[in-house]
């Protein structure tokens, strides 16, 4: 793959293999393996048992490892990938760093299934020293306030203290940002949301520029049993085609719809990195390669909040994001530490004008 090809063109081709003729380009999932050893060597081939590796897994790797800029291992989903790597990589009494207004899955997992010392700061600082520190975990932009973080500045400081740094990229996706090559030890996604970008898919992954780190977590996966399914995998590989498109008309819409709902009395706060006026954007602008296709917002509270998304006639209500559909979410019903009346908004591809109508039709709904 050459690195002067552009995201569109990256998206279209990574992972395949050379075109045959009377052949699909991209090859159907493949669903079993042998279960066998080669005989003949003596050892085992890459494809001896299905859950050590699988060649459609293969290509969605090679695939999203081109875009990462680093080594991509495959889970059948965003937590079995921050958990295999949290597991993988702390042991007991070691400390780790994770925001506190970050995935509260993440959080919830490590405060209850690991036994570890954790350090809870918010995404734009101020961090600690990381002294003693084993791993430190970011998510930037965060979930779902959109703060950022200056991911270099932190490695700088995490790897002078010798601890590793891993950035959950979810929002961003490669195209909005690359961590590795920022200098993070791992960057861990959930490809359900924007990366796969239908709402059909349960995937996720960890890459890193570390081939030694990329076996240890793929030893992990073997081991725990974390492997995604086949058909998922294509699934996925078939949609990162359209990802350089997607962002791109997500994005533009996000910028439409966050600049309306600023002017709206019905909204208490609007974020969005994108926008001059919010404080995530000078390291945004610095550090990002496109803003996302989520805005959050805050209304006056839960009952206004659901209010809104049910008068909305192209949002919907769900709580994934990054798909084709726009979609709200009203995050404090899950037990998310938030305001009651925050709404983190998946920006879909309609049309922006349509979007920017309905969404004002339905705050003018309950405001009056």
């Known amino acids: 793959m050459s690195q002067d090809w552009g995201d569109g063109t990256r998206c279209v081709h990574s992972g395949h293999s050379e075109p045959v003729v009377g052949e699909p380009l991209l090859a159907g ?6 279960y066998h050893l080669d005989g003949a060597a003596g050892r085992a081939r890459p494809d001896y048992y299905a859950r050590a590796g699988n060649p459609t897994w293969r290509a969605l790797e090679a695939a999203i490892g081109e875009l990462d800029g680093g080594e991509c ?31 509260f899955a993440t959080r919830t997992f490590i405060a209850e299934e690991m036994d570890v010392s954790v350090r809870e700061v918010p995404t734009p600082g101020p961090w600690p020293d990381f002294t003693g520190v084993r791993l430190v975990l970011l998510e930037t932009p965060s979930n779902p306030w959109l703060d950022v973080c200056d991911i270099r500045s932190l490695v700088d400081s995490a790897h002078a203290a010798g601890a590793l740094v891993a950035v959950d990229n979810t929002t ?51 081991l725990g049993g974390a492997v995604p399914a086949p058909f998922e995998t294509w ?10 498109l997607r962002l791109a008309r997500q994005s533009e819409n996000a910028a439409a719809l966050a600049e309306a709902l600023g002017a709206h009395p019905a909204v208490r706060k609007v974020r969005w990195p994108g926008l001059p006026e919010d404080p995530a954007h000078e390291i945004a ?21 659901d209010r809104f998304v049910a ?58």
């Open 29 to 34: 999932p493949v669903f079993a393996t042998a």
């Open 285 to 305: 602008r610095e550090q990002m390669r496109r803003f996302p296709g989520v805005v959050t917002i805050e209304l006056a509270d839960a009952a206004t909040a």
């Open 172 to 222: 961003a996706t490669p195209l909005g940002q690359r961590p590795l090559a920022l200098g993070a030890d791992f960057v861990v996604a959930s490809d359900s949301k924007a990366l796969t970008g239908h709402s059909d898919v349960l995937l996720g992954h960890v890459s890193t520029v570390d081939h030694a780190l990329a076996e240890r977590l793929r030893k992990a996966r073997t």
């Open 73 to 103: 291992v495959l889970f059948p989903s965003g937590m079995a990938a921050i958990s295999t790597l949290l597991r993988a990589f702390l042991g007991s009494g070691d400390a780790v760093v994770v925001p506190s207004d970050g995935y």
């Open 235 to 244: 699934l996925a590989h078939r949609s990162l085609g359209t990802l350089d």
């Open 311 to 368: 008068a909305a006639r192209l949002v919907s209500a769900a709580t994934s994001f990054g798909g084709l559909h726009s979609t709200g979410d009203r995050r404090a019903q899950w037990g998310d530490p938030v305001p009651e009346g925050l709404v983190r908004l998946s920006v879909g591809v309609e049309d922006a004008n349509d979007l920017v109508a309905d969404v004002i039709q339905a705050l003018d709904a309950v405001a009056t």
